[in-house]
């Protein structure tokens, strides 16, 4: 019992020796803290849309071909509205809206539609992208400006300054570049991750569509 107290009070006091340690960064600190609550804000969103985006898929595409086969086109229709929050859905129905033009036309329906659910696929990234780069930046700054008032200190006290006050100075200084640092990481590995998600989506829903569009311009010819 003794040894849980002990080690809860170790796990408390070093959370709090790192939130003191954190505020000794001064008003950037601050300033790294929003963009990193923004970055996972967005992390944790993109995450989920990306889900949403693949569930029920493979379902609903053999719905829609069994539909298809069957010239069931409002069956098609009906079904893209009731699943419109996927992507693939989207771009089907306007496939769909315009599937009595020539099958090049369609193509191109399809293209700008597919390139509009990309889009929304990557909404934010960018932001996630300038987080990236200026966190780190932001630390540096920190770090550049606590080292100016370090030397102010000691030219004020004309070079006599205690040791352990120039130490204190550099450390919190230092700070900085570790808050912006670690906002930069994780928002650059979790920007990559989320690109190649995206990719890899509309590389799919690309191949989707284009199977889509040629088996209804060949039942078109069959009939």
Known sequence: MNFIVLTAAGDLSSKTNLLSIATKGGFLMIVLLLISIIAITIIIERLIKLKKSRKDEYEFLTVV?????NNQYERITQVCEDQKNSPISTVIF??????KRPVPDIKEIAELALSKEVYQLEKNLGV?????AVAPLIGFLGTVTGMVKVFMRIGETGGGVDISLLANGIWEALVTTIGGLTVGIISILFYNYLVGKVEDIALELEEKTNEFIF?????????
Do not use: S
């Open 94 to 99: 306007k496939v769909m809206e315009n599937r």
């Open 128 to 132: 996630l992208a300038t987080f990236a």
């Open 215 to 223: 088996n209804i311009g060949r039942i078109r010819d069959e009939n």
């Open 65 to 69: 071909q069994k539909y298809l086969n």
